[in-house]
């Protein structure tokens, strides 16, 4: 008689009997909790970075830039207004979402908030596993 708890997913996603399979319920379970883990905590984790501070170009230079950094990127750097002009169109060229009418602003807010003669941010360090 067909029982639907001898069946069981094989890594391949076919279905399998549970005599002939080496993957049990505690296999299964655990992969679940993994991928419902990791799938509550990469958010928690991002959410730990700096944001960008506030300002007029804050919500797009959100959107363009941390399309693909991490905000501590930014907001390492410290750079002339020049300096700012050469990344932001470096970025762009390699396809950041810049509208052509933002550049200005992206460049003027950059300028304005990580400027070369600007304290650098503290980043917060991982601990180390290293031993001394």
């Known amino acids: 008689m067909f029982n639907p708890r001898e069946l069981r997913f094989r890594e391949t996603g076919s279905i399998d009997s549970a005599q002939g399979s080496s993957h049990g ?3 299964l379970s ?7 883990t990791l799938l509550f ?18 919500a797009k230079v959100r959107t363009a830039c941390l399309e693909c950094h991490d905000a501590s990127i930014i907001v390492q750097q410290r750079l002339s207004k020049a ?3 050469k990344e932001v169109d470096k970025m762009i060229k390699w396809g950041a979402l810049v509208e052509a ?4 602003s992206f460049i003027d807010y950059l300028s304005t908030n990580f400027p ?17």
């Open 25 to 27: 319920p505690n296999e």
């Open 30 to 36: 655990k992969t679940a909790l993994l991928a419902f």
């Open 41 to 58: 905590l990469l958010p928690m984790l991002r959410a730990q970075s700096p944001d960008v501070p506030p300002g007029p170009a804050q």
């Open 83 to 85: 300096a700012w002009t």
């Open 101 to 104: 009418a933002d550049r200005d």
């Open 116 to 132: 070369p003669d600007k304290a650098a941010a503290e980043m917060p360090r991982a601990a180390s596993t290293k031993r001394h």
